[in-house]
């Protein structure tokens, strides 16, 4: 109680000296203020009710009751006993169990309402991995009085379901390690669908917003332990630290736990468990014990989850019969139902792969998308747009993509041109198509309420709008003023949607414009905590509060369909989203939303970033210089340099900021922003290579250091510097007038500088001078990096130029690498029309192997591109020339640059103009 | 020879592999020379060997546009895209050569004219260097023949300028004189006065010790009324504001609605008074050139400028006082905070919105009520319209109060120092007349017999009354202290006047003084709903009906007089405050153009003016001309 109080006043002092702050604070609810959240947190470890009952196998899943125990006979004001709940446990291949535990509705009445299901998000092809369990054994676990129903995962995994008191968990067969479990602390709890009790006040109050509430409490809530575990990550969106930090146990200052409730946050803070624009319930733990797992819950309500600290449970009386390390965390949702997915691992790149094989794999962008994009709010019109990108051109600078945010519009309706500002917009585009760029305009999600936009009187008329608890269309404050919001959670509004995209439909719109979706959370500026009531009504009388979460997602979805269907299903999309939610990856990228221009967030834009590659969103980026605020030009550049290996590199600005395209701060920084944006274009080839092995597999295009050093212990926690792919390492500089700067090079291999070719012992931290012209980056050794050493205006005019590969050699003389080449627009890839190309280093001598299996489609690709230049790093002798098989050619070998216009090093052998073909097999002995 | 070998390797490539390698893989040109400037071409035909230019390394003759980079520099590959750093020349007959990026080298794309830059086969390029070559030809006979008019008109400008000049600084020295003499008559005029006043104090000191206490006491009485009065005024003005900005609290801090209420009135004003001041100043151009009466009138305008924004400067000083409050007030979150719970729905999702847009939801609740057609809707507004009215009431009130009190003070000031440029903030000044005519006098041709006038009158006095020591003539006294007053009224006249005078010979009228007949002049332009003024050596503003927004006042030339800087204008709801670069360029008129604001409250402009019509460049242009008829061929090389 003492606590208690202590905490109430620490807050009440923080929420004092908050106000100088800019973020606002006290409109947001915590978790003090969420009754579910606080009932949840005040629960007792071991209080869960349930036992397991009736455990049997049908259709392929144990299923089983869970039903209350007898109630304790001395304690009062007891809620009344629990109806039984349904538990469902089914297994995957891959390594997926999945656990749903829902109401058991009695059949033959049919409540007026039932729980909500989050459809749309769980790929069909899941299904098709399902398991179809056939028996369930039962034994007596440890020192166990009652039974444990068991039931086989894999041939090294079982999954458990221990009957009193109720727990799941998976583990190992031979050694009987736990992996992941549910319910060890006795946390669950299920508040049920019930009748109000007469005077039963279920309306909520938050400063002047009431939520109704007229079904009740229906909070679900349960503790998850990982087992081995060091750190936990995941959960975004927030900016925070990479591994999470525990949010409850001793030692700990009150915290509040990570939020999972989709928001627009004005000038968010930097380290904040506070949720942001999107929520993935995925949490993934890795330790040098066990490896990694992973833990997925579909729910797209309210979520709050605590990361518990050693120590937590102490005085719970709780001990888990396991030795192992652990990390216990604790889930509460706010409705829904429980629908879990216990990813086993045992990698890294197996549990992202898991969680993918659930909610599908990230799209393959086109080859434009992943370049450097030029946006501002707002390139005010057309003049300004041919401004701008005459400047790019007078600089020297590449860029696919210009931007234009809402001010392009006639007054915020989306789908129509300012007509003042923008009056030939086709002419426009078709000005920057000519020179291979591409133009993206933004389509939100509120549609102004004025009788004569065709969009509202369409929607209005056909019922397409939420509606708000009374029935009535959902009327809230954007950006057009008064607004409403298209209810895209029902399949046929989305088609709709999609059909506003067509070329007929959006006047203005030619083939080389791509679309942003903002403000999806939904943004609603004069709703409670900035967003919809909850219990606003979607389609088949979902409540808000049950779908939030995923209100976004189905947004971005419902537009990516449009551009889908614009271009006849063989154009892919670009949409550019804010929310997210799980399976957002398959319909494009979204970025962090509104940071600022500060040196400690554009520190945080890499876990931001790498969390979100981990849980499937590889396709993201941070706004190059911070949306709000003037940056620096140091830090500009610095964000430039860094931001060039973000998966998606856009610059963007608020519009009260100075201009800052990268020619307006002198010569010097002009063209250091320029060999940033070259960077970039160089390495292209490389990352698209990785965009597909991320659309292939889900395993991210930019890496945390443990991913591919997941032995490595001094990388579980570090999130300063990343991988990109498994080749190259990069570290930020995130202070002003660095002259030094530490870098750690995990592995027993070296490391060699991206720009000079120097060699770094792995395993060490080395302490650097802070270059100014670049952040340091490194190939590592054993590594083959394909690049496009040109550069054009855009991507489009690079299709014929030559590529070089970069042989970085391992101490056994060996490297390997891989490129992926399509048209980079269409889908023919899947139908085979792609070159995938292995390279490997070997006993002095390279060759070229086909990766693409031979049946994997009939349509041809066709690629004349040559390899202009091979270099080598690391090689230990002198060879002068190489040969070429087939045809018995020679070509020059010498000392060369790594870099075009770098100095000539020792240490780097250049192949002169091998002129082989990309597509081609072929060896290239070094003699 | 490389070269060679190395195509016949690459034949033998394409014959091994079962595809037409060669073509794909060599953009190799069959000019060895391509993309090499005409003066550049020695330098690489001089020798085998060829040092990169850098002087980093040196490659062989066969290296040279191999489509493979050698130097760091891009010496080796003029002609291929394969050296970031190169740079290709293309000739482009017909037009101007012109030197690319390697960038641009067989990117699909035709940039040169000519077509020369694409030559891998992959595009074909039509040569449009003829057709282009004219149009460019022509439109740089339009600039020369805009110079040649130009430079004409410059030169007469820079005439007048260099006589205007010399006029100001001959009558300056004239001032400077008269004040001199003045400052001596009037010197002994106060000592005269003096005299009398010592002698009339000792008779009447007498008469006064009797009569000084009664006086003191009296006085005294009267001073503590004056005070305990004022000290009620200030409190109940005090109280006035805070009641104000307690309604503006409460009513959601609308910038807007206060911007209007200031400035609204003032507005009013400025555009009266300049209304008269456009037609002097359009007439002013021929006239100062004229005659020294002309100069009156460019006084008068110069005089009455100053004057208008200084009563403009100090409203607007006031509205954005309010308005910074108004901005603390939104700025301090807390306020807000507890506010919002009282908001209605609507009032909060403006409030909301403004924190990403500023004050851009002013502009955006504007078109808001209009554009909105629902009946509920138009009763929303025409309600708020109707709060507002009264708050503009109510405020126009004060305003109206603080001005009055303004004008007394300057009364109070005119009475002490009369000041010359009074005479248009308020009709009903007596002096005002007589401060003209007084003008006129000091500066007219005319003026030494007014001088000597006084010169005469103050002999007399002082004559006359040496005459009489004791007792003092009354009626003599009398003339001395009208005498004195006068005299000493004129000599700050003149004094203000040289000030004045001295203050604009300081500034910088450009090389030439090109720039002096922008003193006291403004050049607007109007764009959409916006007019802006600009006014060198003095503001640019920015008027949007009846308010005005400063974008800067004048600060300097900038870029060897080829901008004009107008710096810390009126500040940005959430950026810098707002400035002005003006950028010059040659014309036949005085004209603004193309206003822009590329970052927020960063404002750009266009002037053109004779004053940039400068010789050498049209001797510069004259010559590119030349060149590009002689690079033009005959029209059969065409074809």
Redesign the interface.
């Known amino acids: 109680m003492r606590t208690r109080l202590s905490l109430f006043l620490l807050l009440l002092f923080l929420s004092s000296c908050a106000?100088?702050l800019?973020w606002?604070k006290?409109?947001f609810r915590n978790c003090n203020q969420t009754p579910f959240c606080k009932r949840a947190r005040s629960r007792k470890p071991g209080s869960s009710p349930f036992l397991a009952a009736d455990v049997s196998i049908s259709d392929g899943d144990l299923v089983a009751k869970l039903v209350p125990r007898e109630p304790d006979p001395d304690q009062e004001d007891q809620e009344p006993p629990a109806r039984p709940l349904a538990l469902t446990l089914s297994a995957y291949r891959d390594g997926v169990m999945r656990v749903k535990i829902d109401e058991d509705y009695p059949s033959q009445e049919s409540p007026h309402k039932r729980r909500f299901q989050v459809p749309d998000v769980i790929v069909s092809e899941f299904e098709s991995k399902k398991l179809w369990l056939q028996r369930v054994s039962t034994e007596r676990v440890g020192g166990d009085e009652g039974v444990s129903s068991i039931v086989y995962l894999s041939d090294e995994y079982e999954g458990v379901v221990r009957h009193d008191p109720f727990e799941v968990y998976v583990r190992e067969r031979s050694s009987g390690d736990r992996v992941l479990s549910m319910n060890s602390h006795g946390l669950f709890d299920f508040e049920q669908l019930r009748e109000k009790k007469e005077g039963e006040d279920w309306e909520e109050r938050f400063?002047?917003h009431t939520d109704t509430r007229p079904y009740g409490p229906q909070s679900i809530s349960f503790d998850v332990s990982f087992y081995g575990a060091d750190f936990v990550y995941g959960i975004p969106e927030r900016a925070a630290s990479l591994a999470l930090k525990p949010t409850r146990g001793p030692g700990i200052d009150h915290s509040e736990p990570y939020r999972l409730f989709n928001l627009d946050v004005?000038e968010y803070l930097h380290d904040s468990p506070f949720g942001l624009y999107g929520a993935i319930p995925f949490m993934i733990s890795h330790g040098k014990a066990r490896g990694t797992s992973g833990f997925f819950w579909l729910n797209a309500a309210e979520m709050q989850i605590d990361v518990l600290g050693e120590g937590w449970d102490a005085d719970s009386g709780i001990s888990l019969p396991s030795s192992q390390k652990r990390v216990d965390t604790f889930w509460m949702s706010e409705a829904g139902i429980v629908d879990a997915f216990f990813f086993i691992g045992p990698g890294p790149k197996d549990v992202v792969k898991q969680y993918v094989g659930v909610t599908g794999n990230p799209a393959m962008p086109q080859l434009f998308a992943i370049a450097y994009h030029q946006c501002r709010w707002n390139y005010r019109d057309e003049e300004?747009v041919e401004n701008v990108d005459a400047k790019f051109d007078e600089h020297?600078i590449?860029y696919d993509v210009l931007w234009l945010d809402i001010e392009h519009t006639d007054?915020k309706r989306y789908f129509t041109w300012d007509k003042?500002l923008f009056p030939h917009p086709e002419e426009m585009q078709r000005k920057l198509a000519?020179?291979?760029r591409h133009m993206v305009t933004i389509v939100d999600p509120h549609i102004k309420r004025?009788?004569?936009y065709h969009i509202h009187k369409e929607a209005s008329k056909n019922g397409y709008y939420v509606k708000d608890a009374s029935g009535n269309d959902f009327e809230?404050?954007?950006?057009p003023?008064?607004s409403s919001y298209i209810d895209m959670l029902s399949p046929e509004i989305r088609s709709w949607w999609a059909d506003k995209f067509s070329f007929e439909n959006y006047v203005g719109s030619t083939p080389s414009l791509y679309i942003w979706n903002d403000m999806n959370e939904p943004s609603?500026?004069?709703g409670p905590e900035?967003t919809m009531p909850r219990d606003a009504l979607h389609y088949g009388g979902v409540e808000h509060r049950e779908l939030h979460n995923a209100n976004g997602y189905y947004f971005h979805m419902a537009t990516s369909d449009g551009l889908l269907k614009r271009g006849n299903g063989n154009d892919r999309p670009f949409v550019l989203s804010r929310a997210f939610f799980p399976g957002s990856q398959r319909y494009g990228a979204v970025w962090t939303g509104d940071n600022t221009a500060e040196w400690d967030q554009l520190r945080v834009s890499v876990p931001m970033i790498l969390t979100l590659g981990l849980t499937g969103l590889s396709f993201s980026g941070a706004d190059v210089g911070g949306f709000f605020g003037n940056p620096e030009p140091e830090l500009l550049v610095r964000w430039y340099q860094l931001g060039a290996y973000y998966p998606f590199f856009r610059a963007h600005a608020?519009?009260?900021?100075?201009?800052r395209e990268p020619w307006l701060f002198g010569e010097r920084n002009t063209e250091l922003m320029r060999d940033a944006i070259?960077t970039r274009y160089m390495l292209l080839p490389f990352f698209y290579t990785l965009f597909r092995e991320a659309n292939v597999t889900g395993v991210p295009v930019v890496r945390p250091l443990w991913m591919e050093f997941p032995f490595d212990e001094a990388t579980f926690d570090k999130d300063e510097a990343f991988m990109v792919g498994n080749s190259l390492l990069v570290q930020g500089i995130f202070t002003e007038r660095a002259k030094h700067v530490s870098v750690y090079l995990p592995g027993k291999e070296s490391w060699y500088d991206l720009r000079t070719g120097t060699a770094y012992l792995g395993s060490k931290t080395h302490k650097l001078e802070a270059p100014e012209d670049h952040v340091p980056a490194f190939q590592r050794a054993g590594t083959i990096i394909p690049r496009r050493?040109?550069?054009?205006?855009s991507t489009?005019?690079t299709v014929?130029?030559?590529y070089t590969l970069v042989i970085a050699l391992n101490s056994s003389q060996t490297a390997e690498g891989e490129l992926y080449i399509d048209d980079g627009k269409s889908f023919e890839f899947k139908h085979g029309a792609y070159i995938h190309r292995r390279f490997v280093f070997k006993g002095g001598k390279l060759t070229s192997l086909n990766m693409a299996p031979a049946t994997s489609g009939n349509l041809p690709f066709k690629s004349?591109?040559?390899i202009?230049?091979i270099i080598i790093l690391g090689h230990a002798g002198g060879p002068k020339n190489a040969l070429i098989e087939?045809?018995n050619?020679?070509a020059q070998v010498e000392f060369g640059?790594l870099l075009?216009?770098?100095?000539?090093s020792s240490g780097v052998l250049t192949i002169?103009?091998p002129?082989?073909?990309i597509a081609?097999d072929w060896t290239i002995k070094v003699l | 020879m490389k070269a060679a070998k190395a195509r016949a390797v690459l034949a033998l490539l394409s014959l091994c592999v079962l595809s037409i390698a060669g073509s794909a893989s060599s953009s190799i040109p069959t000019d060895p020379f391509v993309g090499i400037a005409p003066e550049d071409l020695k330098y690489y035909k001089s020798s085998d060997v060829i040092k990169c230019k850098d002087g980093s390394k040196k490659f062989a003759r066969a290296q040279l546009n191999d489509d493979f980079c050698d130097c760091p520099d891009g010496t080796d590959e003029p002609g291929t895209s394969a050296c970031p750093g190169a740079k290709f020349y293309c000739r482009n007959a017909g037009h101007s050569p012109v030197l690319l990026y390697s960038s641009r080298v067989n990117d699909g794309i035709c940039d040169c004219c000519d077509g020369s830059d694409e030559y891998d086969g992959k595009v074909n390029c039509s040569n449009t260097c003829w057709e282009a070559g004219k149009v460019a030809r022509d439109k740089l006979r339009n600039k020369i023949a805009t110079y040649k008019e130009g430079v004409t008109l410059r030169k007469q400008e820079v005439e007048q300028a260099k006589l205007a000049l010399v006029k100001d600084e001959e009558e300056l020295t004239k001032l400077k004189n008269e004040e001199k003499v003045l400052k001596g008559l009037v010197q002994q005029l106060k000592e005269r006065k003096e005299q009398i006043e010592k002698a009339e104090e000792q008779e009447r000191l007498q008469k006064e010790k009797e009569e000084k206490e009664k006086k003191e006491a009296e006085e005294k009485a009267e001073k503590e009324k004056i005070k305990t009065e004022e000290e009620a005024k200030q409190e109940k003005k005090e109280g006035e504001i805070k009641a104000e900005i307690e309604d503006i609290g409460v009513a959601n801090t609308d910038h807007e609605k206060i911007g209007l209420v200031e400035d609204t009135p003032s507005d009013q004003n400025v555009e009266d008074d300049f209304e008269p001041l456009k037609e002097i100043e359009n007439g002013d151009n021929a006239v100062s050139r004229g005659q020294q009466a002309n100069g009156v009138d460019q006084h008068v305008v110069e005089d009455k400028d100053e004057s208008v924004s200084q009563v403009s400067q100090k409203e607007s000083e006031i509205a954005v006082e309010d308005v910074s409050r108004a901005d603390q007030m939104t700025a301090s979150g807390k306020d807000l905070s507890e506010d919002t719970e009282a908001l209605s729905k609507e009032e909060l999702g403006r409030l909301v919105a403004s924190r990403w847009t500023g004050e851009k939801t002013e502009k955006e609740d504007k078109d808001g009520i209009i554009e909105d057609s629902e009946g509920e809707d138009h009763e929303e507004t025409s309600k708020d319209a109707h709060v507002e009215d009264e708050d503009e009431y109510a405020s126009d009130a004060d305003d109206d109060d603080q001005r009055y009190e303004e004008d007394d003070i300057e009364d109070d000031v005119d009475e002490d120092v009369p000041v010359e440029d009074h005479y248009d903030t308020s009709s009903s000044h007596e002096s005002q007349s007589d401060d003209e005519l007084d003008l006129s006098d000091t500066t007219t041709q005319t003026s030494p017999s007014w001088l000597e006038k006084i010169q005469q009158t103050v002999r007399s006095i002082l004559q006359a009354v040496n005459l009489f020591q004791t007792p003092v003539d009354k009626s003599e006294a009398a003339r001395v202290r009208k005498e004195y007053d006068e005299s000493s009224a004129k000599l700050s006249k003149i004094e203000s006047r040289i000030s004045k005078l001295s203050d604009k010979l300081k500034y910088d009228f450009g090389k030439d003084k090109e720039f002096y007949s922008f003193y006291g002049r403004c050049f607007e332009s109007k764009q959409n709903k916006y007019v802006y003024k600009v006014c060198p050596y003095k503001q640019a503003t920015q008027e949007e009906g009846h308010s005005t927004t400063r974008l800067g006042q004048w600060d300097k030339f900038d870029d060897a007089y080829r901008v004009m800087i107008f710096s810390n204008g009126d500040r940005c709801w959430n950026g810098p405050d707002r400035s002005l670069k003006v950028r010059l360029r040659c014309g036949l008129k005085n004209e603004v153009a193309e206003v822009d604001e590329p970052s927020r409250c960063e404002y750009v402009a266009l002037l053109s003016t004779p004053a940039l019509c400068l010789e050498d460049k049209l001797k510069e242009l004259e010559h590119k001309l030349e060149l590009m008829e002689n690079e033009q061929p005959r029209p059969h090389d065409e074809l």
């Open positions: 106000v100088v800019s606002k006290e409109e400063r002047s004005f300004d020297d590449p007054g003042v000519a020179k291979g004025d009788e004569s809230g404050w954007c950006w003023g008064s609603v500026f004069n900035l608020h519009q009260d900021t100075k201009r070259r050493d040109r550069f054009r205006r489009t005019q014929n130029d030559p004349e591109c040559i202009e230049r087939p045809g050619l020679k640059p075009l216009q770098g100095r000539s002169r103009k002129g082989i073909r081609d």
